[in-house]
């Protein structure tokens, strides 16, 4: 284990100790988890950032600190947009097929876009 340390303001200090006080939580418990819920939180805004910036999602998940599939449920939570760019229905699939590298969901946009064609 590796100690670090952070600097608190009085404020802090004092919630941080009504809050032990409270619980009967050992204050350098409740900092480590404090600080890697913070973390968490932190790392999915960034990768969230990221890939509506344009980054690629794999990227994005990365930064994001959770797997690639949980990353695209996660989007699809928020309300974010996976499907870019093209407008007809065949395209959008086979793009999101891409994006989540689903190989049915490529052949049924495939041919979808062969019956259109």
Do not use: C, H, N
């Amino acid at each position: 284990m590796l100690p670090k340390s952070i600097r608190l303001t009085e404020a802090e200090a004092a919630e941080l100790q009504r809050y032990v006080s409270l619980t009967g939580e050992v204050e350098a418990t409740a900092l480590k988890r404090a600080a890697l819920r913070g973390l968490r939180e932190f790392r999915l805004e960034r990768g969230i950032m990221a890939y509506i910036e344009g980054r690629s999602s794999s990227e994005a998940a990365e930064i994001a600190g959770i797997p690639r599939a949980e990353f695209l449920q996660v989007l699809v939570e928020k309300g974010v947009t996976l499907l870019k760019g093209p407008s007809t229905l065949a395209a959008e699939l086979g793009f999101l097929a891409q994006q989540l590298g689903d190989e049915k969901l490529a052949a049924v946009a495939s041919k979808l876009a062969e019956a259109r064609d």
